[in-house]
């Protein structure tokens, strides 16, 4: 079998999307060999490139089909490696401004959670507040697909670097949040919603994905938090989130709009990605930076509550943000399944980034002039 510990770049997969995820992808697929890993990766590139295409569209035109189990692989291995760490910076830059309601007893709805690789970003982040113990969350992933296998890789992941019985609990419900019923429970501390407005605008008018945003807002706690990410650059989108706070019908107020600049998200992409996945052609060309738009509401005041949050004194007192830590270190390495020698050789691995490119074409690329993805590729045009 091919499993992570059989690349030979796999130390410098260190703390990375790759390290905690991609392995597991290698796991779940149980391949022959490399070579029978590399076609199935090269299977994968056509939908990976119609999504890409997908996304070039305006922002009222963007109908990804991520119906297809090799779309939905294709988007994991294309888009969740920057997709999951965004959720870290944006809660450590709200966390300078306000208390998070995040403790070991929450309640957190993703809404379009697609493969759902925010829960590292989030679990990350936790462990930033002194967060260890994760078995009284609870976690909803609500999207209208049921996105089976990268679920499944992804669950595996947390089951694998969490000690067993301190693994969140996972509901997944599969609705369309704008034309189903809103099946899903009260009482959230927590909802995010990262990068599918855009989907929802293409589907419905603006004010009818306001009223259902609304609604869905109604089911958090009276210090929840609605938070609303986007990779920058999405024209439209401000105007959007302008008309959702402004709207009168809305059961929400605004409480923080904030933007991270470009940033170095990806510092190596494992070789065999690189040679039988991102082929450098048009439509596939691996984005290594990030840069993002955020914006938070709430619940409107309600009588019944004691009190009205403001923006400057939120809560007063915030917890400590410790220093930058791998989101493995202090979890339990011991049971990690087939990826069995996982850790075992991690602490001198180095990076593309710092230490300048490889000797392949890929790693010498200027990966500034190549970045892809949604926001990149509809403004730069990488062909
Ligand atoms: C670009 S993906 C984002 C997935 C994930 N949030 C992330 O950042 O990787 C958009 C997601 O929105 C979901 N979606 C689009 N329209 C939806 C709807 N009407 N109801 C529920 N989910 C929807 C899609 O199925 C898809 O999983």
Redesign the pocket.
Known sequence: MFWGVDNKDFNQWEGTFYDFFFSHFLNYHAFKDERECALYLNQLRPYAKELWQS?QNDINSIF?D?SNTLTQEA?FLR??PL??D?LVKILENLNNSMELPITENSNIC?????????LRGILDFSKTIKISSFKNMKFSL????D?KSTRTIIKQALHDYLDEDNVPEIKEVT??????PIIIDTDYDLI?????IN??LS??QNNEVMNRISKIIEKLTPQGLAIFSERASYKGMNLFFNELSEAENANIIELIKGKIPKYRSIKHIPHILKTEFFKNESGLIASYNNSLEYIVFKKKYNKGFSFIPDKKNFIPEKPEILGKKSFYEGFNLSNLGANKNFGSKLNDGTDDFINGPLSDEWDSADWEDYMSG?DDDFFENND
């Open positions: 996304y990804p991520y988007y888009y969740c997709y999951s965004s993703i809404i379009s959670a697609g493969p759902s690789s925010e609500v999207d209208k697909m996105w609705i369309d949040i704008l034309s189903d995010f919603f990262q990068n599918c989907e929802y589907q419905k949604p």
